[in-house]
């Protein structure tokens, strides 16, 4: 089990109380160029404990290691920095991957460092783009829903994760934003998972109940 999985693990003992099984996976079906995980059977019993998967890129890799915004973030950022035919190639890739790894294709795609220079109407295959801040719909249709996205994994700089809390609360203001937690391997070796555990506690007995990005795109159709 790689480390990843663990947290994976430690994240599914901790929600499921909250959230039952209403928890989205996103997955890198070839992580840095590998597909280590593919014949792992801990990892596949893992994924079958979310609702929900979504794909998070190809590699999740900057090809350009040495951008400002790729040295911050560890080179997570994959697609900045690409043009339009490259972004659509990795995607397209992701995509097969994907299918390959679960059996079908992914309904919506969560960008490798909130990073997705073009449009969500550009990714034919999908069905909706979960970016920081909104939740767009793929089709020529369709409003993007207001997110408060909560994130702590803002790369090399750990501290910038408190900043990233800040922001969630500051997107909740003024605009009918819907709740959003993100939560990174990364979240719990910097002591940021237990934060989020305690949002997510607030969020639900407070009255909010948890939904799939798929379900929320589902209601913002019928206008509820």
């Given at each position: 089990?790689?480390?990843?999985?663990?947290?994976?693990?430690?994240?599914?003992?901790?929600?499921?109380?909250?959230?039952?099984?209403r928890?989205?996976?996103?997955?890198?079906?070839?992580?840095?160029g590998?597909?280590?995980?593919?014949?792992?059977?801990?990892?596949?019993?893992?994924?079958?404990?979310?609702?929900?998967?979504?794909?998070?890129?190809?590699?999740?890799?900057?090809?350009?290691?040495?951008?400002?915004?790729?040295?911050?973030?560890?080179?997570?950022?994959?697609?900045?920095?690409?043009?339009?035919?490259?972004?659509?190639?990795?995607?397209a890739?992701?995509?097969?991957?994907?299918?390959?790894?679960?059996?079908?294709e992914?309904?919506?795609?969560?960008?490798?460092?909130?990073q997705?220079?073009?449009?969500?109407?550009?990714?034919?295959?999908?069905?909706?783009?979960?970016?920081?801040?909104?939740?767009?719909?793929?089709?020529?249709?369709?409003?993007?829903?207001?997110?408060?996205?909560?994130s702590?994994?803002?790369?090399?700089?750990?501290?910038?994760?408190?900043?990233?809390e800040?922001?969630?609360?500051?997107?909740?203001?003024?605009?009918?934003?819907?709740?959003?937690?993100?939560?990174?391997?990364?979240?719990?070796?910097?002591?940021?998972?237990?934060?989020?555990?305690?949002?997510i506690?607030?969020?639900?007995?407070?009255?909010?109940?948890?939904?799939?990005a798929?379900?929320?795109?589902?209601?913002?159709?019928?206008?509820?």
């Amino acid at each position: 089990i790689t480390e990843s999985n663990v947290h994976g693990v430690l994240y599914a003992d901790r929600l499921d109380p909250l959230l039952g099984s209403r928890m989205s996976a996103a997955i890198v079906p070839s992580w840095h160029g590998t597909h280590a995980c593919r014949s792992n059977t801990a990892y596949r019993a893992l994924l079958s404990r979310f609702s929900e998967h979504l794909l998070h890129g190809w590699t999740h890799l900057s090809a350009q290691p040495l951008r400002p915004l790729s040295l911050l973030t560890g080179s997570a950022d994959e697609l900045r920095g690409l043009d339009e035919l490259a972004i659509l190639h990795r995607v397209a890739r992701g995509q097969d991957e994907f299918r390959e790894l679960m059996g079908r294709e992914a309904e919506g795609f969560l960008p490798p460092a909130w990073q997705l220079p073009i449009r969500a109407s550009r990714l034919s295959r999908l069905k909706f783009v979960l970016r920081f801040g909104r939740l767009e719909p793929c089709g020529a249709q369709g409003t993007p829903q207001a997110l408060a996205t909560f994130s702590w994994d803002w790369g090399r700089l750990g501290w910038l994760g408190y900043a990233g809390e800040c922001l969630g609360h500051l997107q909740r203001c003024g605009r009918q934003a819907v709740p959003c937690v993100a939560i990174h391997p990364v979240d719990v070796r910097r002591g940021f998972f237990e934060r989020a555990v305690r949002l997510i506690e607030t969020l639900v007995h407070s009255g909010h109940r948890p939904v799939s990005a798929a379900e929320l795109v589902c209601l913002q159709e019928a206008g509820a």
